[in-house]
């Protein structure tokens, strides 16, 4: 299928989707009261679970103030559609001079209400997430919690807002009424405002809302952008050495999330009466519960975890098989009834205990329950699977003047009194191949860490054509054209193969997340193509093969190959290999030295290479840089290092020094 | 000067518990990497019992108990809620989180809560042994020792603050049971084997360190310490109720932040300091806004603005990544 039909019929799914939802809305609201408000409730969970599952389920942070963005968009709905005086003029002139009807006019005022509160919930996220996002570890987790709370008290402490009593949007608006005489210039046109806005909530947007944040979220999910995330949730700092800026993803995620939960907040004004307690902790908590019961990043899941749990309590509460079994047990109706009430809430924490303990990856895992897709994905794999032809994916990069690529100037690297590496200098040219060497704590692996920017440098230039890269973020130095590998195989664990190597294809991505979410022919086009790459790169490794393989699952050599082909994905200049060789047997090692030959040659990169193993680095290098406690001892060609008296002391003891 | 030294003792009276439940957070944290949500809700357990106790006890003596007898009435109290607590946490520890060791924390985090919402609701539903409430949906009045709710009249006279013996019991206790669990984490067998386990898991086991016992004693310490704050609350607040573990709980866990978070001096120094910090920004005004109203709020700015600073808190120690 050609990218523009493939486009074109999402487009029609979309709309195919949004039009059965409103019709299924139609269709509830002819339901009766209380299974109408049960719908309604299981579909405002699943869409502020599915803005927390970009928060939780993609990127991996852990937030527990979901609930305070509803409650800003609720807030902000409620006083758009229940205290905007300025809006009745307006009503009367939609409505008279435009020839709306009341109802139409009415639905405009609330869906502004919602884009409003979608907006204020995005600042706020914003505003929260900025400072937080940064920092590493749960801190989001404690910030969110605090935000929640502290919102709760003001929000208790505004007269405003209702204060502890709370508020509705009827309430508010006789309230206004009462307040304004017969002779306010407004008067005349709040009958039509009160008419427009007492319609009741149509089960319809609730509906549309909960489809749009699911296709949102599934566009989002097999994005580039979606990809990104989910690799920072496998390992923030791989994500951020193939190139990926992680905390504009983080941030972002979380915005997206929190504009989520306001949009459905501005709806949510209009099912429920607001009050501070019933947007703290413990409805964040339940959000949560959600997202990680449904599995992970499991769209299916998290819908699925936010119906189950919503609807759970209710059906101990009314299911009458229930009912019959505790009278069969000789227990009155009324005596089960007074019992379920104290109970529910404990019996569903019991479960959810239970569930947790027999599937901590939740019901789903990182699956999604999708079998039309399923059976399609099995056939796409079927297609890919082919003769290993080894292109080289990659165009050579023309290097303009004939200078060093990298120049290491004076490099200083301290932490707290320990001078891991002191005054490190290195020149690199184009398309060499110099190794480093030296014992156990020499620092080897710290010059690679500053080099690559995960640790900033005591003091010394580093310099990649011409670009300074200390000061650096890691996937800024990427971008520039480093690359490197890691001692201790940091793969995307939960990741398939192939999604390794599109990942690290980042930096190259023209289609952001407008592209995504609309799924333009360019969209479709960009994915293909980023798909053969990866395909192409695959095949030079060998390991076309396992290409729907989650990475943790392959066998130590190929993830150790997987990691290099990784690096080589994000089209460097220079590739830092850290013990490419670790763990592997002799034969191996000998084939790991041919591919190190073979990727100088055929993708023309400078390899940079830290190895314990002296045949392969002597074998293959052609210049050597000994370290020993972070001072270089020698350096120079394999032939003349292997007579250095400096090394044989540093490597065997030197002869006399010491007892 | 009286002003201030009088809402100095207040503010290290509600420091106190701050300081006796972050304690329970800091360690579990440095043990299994985990937020214990529901280190609250054992602390009000161990005020419900500690309040039975004294009650099944006056019902069984028939008479108004004198003052010795309410001081006796407090330590037993205390010591079955301390046992209670105790096993509550190692029961806790064995079912719920145990299983979970290896699975992601979040799954962990999610049982903690689901713990704690159990507890919460077990504690709503009314419960009589004997005839004598032990839970219930409107909470118990906590019995008072006598005699220690009078102002101290020489205190009054010489500096002109209101001090009741009962805030110097609760600091006195706290300062003695922080030095008792300084000494116990320092000194002990016990202790060592926490430390060695709160740095490296798989190294203290390999070392031969007994890791579930070990885990388990820091849930049993941690409980004990939650009855201790439970009881100090109860005193001091006169009444328990089957949420009032919520607030505080998530107030210790700002102080265990605070103060650096698996860090045990630091969470003890936090709590005393969130305490002073409240009350301080709780007596303010602006213009004519009293603050005293955002108080529950101020713990939380706190917390947001200690993280943009000093994300490792106060007390903490950053470690770099190992690559």
Redesign the interface.
């Known amino acids: 299928m050609t990218p523009k039909l493939r486009s074109l019929r999402h487009l029609l799914i979309v709309i195919g989707l949004l039009v059965l939802a409103g019709a299924l809305g139609v269709a509830l609201d002819s339901a009766t009261g209380y299974n109408r408000r049960l719908c309604l409730d299981i579909a405002f969970h699943a869409s502020l679970a599915l803005g927390l599952l970009l928060v939780?389920g993609l990127t991996g942070q852990?937030s527990l103030g979901h609930a305070g963005f509803l409650a800003i968009g609720a807030y902000t709905g409620a006083v758009v559609c229940g205290k905007a005086e300025f809006l009745a003029p307006q009503i009367a002139f939609w409505h008279q001079t435009c020839g709306l009807s009341l109802a139409v006019t009415g639905e405009l005022v609330r869906a502004g209400g919602c884009v409003a509160g979608g907006f204020a919930a995005m600042l706020a996220a914003w505003l929260v997430g900025m400072?937080?996002l940064r920092?590493?570890?749960?801190?989001l987790?404690?910030?969110t919690?605090?935000?929640g709370?502290?919102l709760s008290?003001?929000i208790?402490?505004s007269k405003y807002l209702g204060g502890n009593t709370g508020l509705s949007i009827p309430g508010m608006q006789r309230e206004w009424i009462g307040q304004a005489g017969p002779n306010n210039p407004l008067a005349q046109n709040w009958s039509l405002w009160l008419q427009a806005q007492n319609i009741a909530l149509p089960g319809a947007w609730v509906l549309i809302l909960l489809v749009m944040s699911i296709i949102f979220v599934r566009n989002l999910k097999s994005s580039t952008t979606g990809r990104a995330m989910l690799a920072i949730r496998e390992d923030w700092?791989a994500a951020e050495t193939v190139g990926i800026p992680t905390t504009r993803y983080k941030v972002a995620a979380f915005v997206l999330g929190g504009a989520l939960a306001g949009l459905a907040g501005g709806l949510y004004a209009h099912h429920q009466y607001l009050t501070p307690d019933s947007f703290r902790?413990?409805f964040s908590?339940e959000l949560?519960?959600m997202v990680?019961?449904g599995g992970?990043g499991s769209i299916t899941g998290t819908v699925l975890a936010a119906a189950g749990l919503t609807l759970l309590p209710q059906i101990l509460r009314t299911s009458s098989t229930l009912q019959h079994l505790a009278g069969t047990l000789g227990m009155e109706t009324s005596a089960w009834n007074t019992f379920i009430d104290?109970?529910r809430?404990?019996i569903?924490?019991?479960l959810?205990?239970v569930l947790?303990?027999f599937r901590?990856?939740g019901l789903l895992g990182h699956h999604e329950l999708n079998i039309l897709w399923a059976k399609w994905r099995r056939r796409a794999t079927q297609d890919t699977v082919r003769v290993g032809v080894s292109i080289p994916p990659v165009m050579p990069i023309a290097i303009p003047n004939p200078q060093p690529l990298l120049i290491v100037k004076g490099l200083v690297m301290e932490?707290g009194g320990l001078r891991a590496v002191d005054d490190f200098n290195l020149e690199l040219e184009p398309s060499s191949l110099v190794g480093i060497i030296g014992p156990n704590g020499a620092g080897k692996?710290t010059v690679f860490?500053a080099l690559s920017g995960?640790?900033p440098v005591t003091a010394g230039t580093i310099k990649l054509a011409g670009h300074a890269l200390t000061g650096l973020q890691p996937h800024h130095i990427s971008a520039l054209g480093l690359a490197r590998t890691?001692?201790n195989i940091r793969l995307f664990k939960n990741l398939s193969v192939l999604d390794q190597i599109q990942i690290a294809q980042h930096v190259h991505h023209q289609q952001g997340l407008p592209a995504a979410l609309m799924r333009h022919p360019a969209f479709y086009r960009e994915a293909e193509q980023v798909r053969t790459v990866a395909l192409d790169l695959l095949a030079f490794f060998n390991l076309e093969a396992y290409a729907d393989q989650m990475a943790g699952q392959l066998c130590y050599g190929d993830q150790r190959r997987l990691e290099i082909a990784r690096a080589l994905a994000t089209r460097p200049k220079i590739l830092l290999l850290d013990e490419p060789a670790a763990g592997l047997n002799p034969a191996e090692t000998r084939d790991l030295m041919r591919l190190i030959e073979r990727i100088q040659r055929e993708f023309s990169v400078a390899i940079l290479l830290i190895e314990h193993d002296m045949k392969l680095v002597m074998g293959i290098c052609q210049q050597l840089v000994v370290l020993d406690y972070g001072r270089t001892i020698a350096a120079g060609p394999p032939a003349s290092i292997r007579q250095d008296a400096k090394v044989i002391a540093a490597y065997l003891g030197a002869v006399g020094s010491s007892g | 000067m009286a002003y201030y030294l009088q809402q100095t003792i207040n503010a290290l009276t509600t420091g106190s518990l701050y300081a006796l439940l972050a304690l329970g957070y800091t360690m579990v944290f440095g043990v299994l990497r985990l937020?214990n949500f529901a280190h609250g809700e054992v602390c009000m357990v161990g005020a419900f019992v500690a309040a039975f106790v004294a009650r099944a006890w006056n019902q069984a003596a028939g008479l108004a108990p004198t003052a010795e007898q309410t001081w006796v009435q407090a330590i037993c109290g205390f010591l079955v809620a301390a046992l209670a607590c105790g096993l509550l946490g190692f029961t806790i520890e064995r079912?719920?989180y145990r299983?979970?060791r290896k699975?992601?924390k979040?799954?962990a985090?999610?049982?903690a809560?689901?713990?704690s919402?159990?507890l919460q609701?077990?504690a709503?539903?009314q419960w009589r042994i004997n005839g004598i409430q032990l839970f219930g949906p409107n909470g118990l009045a906590f019995p008072r020792i006598i005699g220690t709710s009078t102002p101290i009249v020489w205190l009054r006279d010489t500096c002109g603050i209101s001090v009741v013996p009962l805030e110097l019991l609760i600091l006195g206790l706290t300062a003695g049971t922080l030095l008792l669990l300084w000494y116990i984490v320092r000194y002990t067998h016990m202790g060592q084997a926490m430390r060695a386990v709160s740095i490296s898991y798989d190294a203290a086991a390999l070392m031969g360190i007994p890791i579930n016992r070990t885990i388990s004693s820091t849930f049993i310490l941690g409980s004990i310490l939650a009855a201790l704050g439970g009881c100090l609350y109860g005193m001091n607040n006169t009444k328990v109720e089957p949420l009032m573990g919520?607030i505080p709980g998530?107030k210790a866990?700002?102080a265990a932040?605070l103060g650096g978070i698996g860090n045990i001096p630091g969470a003890a120094l936090g709590g005393f300091m969130l305490g002073i910090i409240e009350t301080a920004v709780a007596a303010q005004q602006i213009g004519d806004v009293s603050l005293s109203?955002?108080r529950?709020?101020v713990?939380?700015?706190l917390?947001?603005v200690v993280?943009?600073i000093r994300?490792e808190g106060i007390f903490g120690r950053a470690l770099?990544?190992k690559?």
């Open positions: 939780l852990f400072p937080t920092l590493r570890g749960d801190y987790a404690i910030a919690l605090g935000f709370e502290i008290v003001l208790t402490n700092l902790f413990m908590v949560v519960t990680i019961l992970q104290k109970w809430i404990i569903y924490a019991v959810i205990i947790m303990i901590p990856q932490f692996t860490n995960i640790y890691f001692q | 937020i079912m719920a299983p979970l699975a992601s979040l799954s985090l999610i049982t809560i689901s713990i919402l159990i609701n077990l709503q539903i919520l998530l866990f700002v932040v109203p955002y529950d709020a713990a939380f700015v917390l947001i993280l943009l994300p770099p990544e690559v």
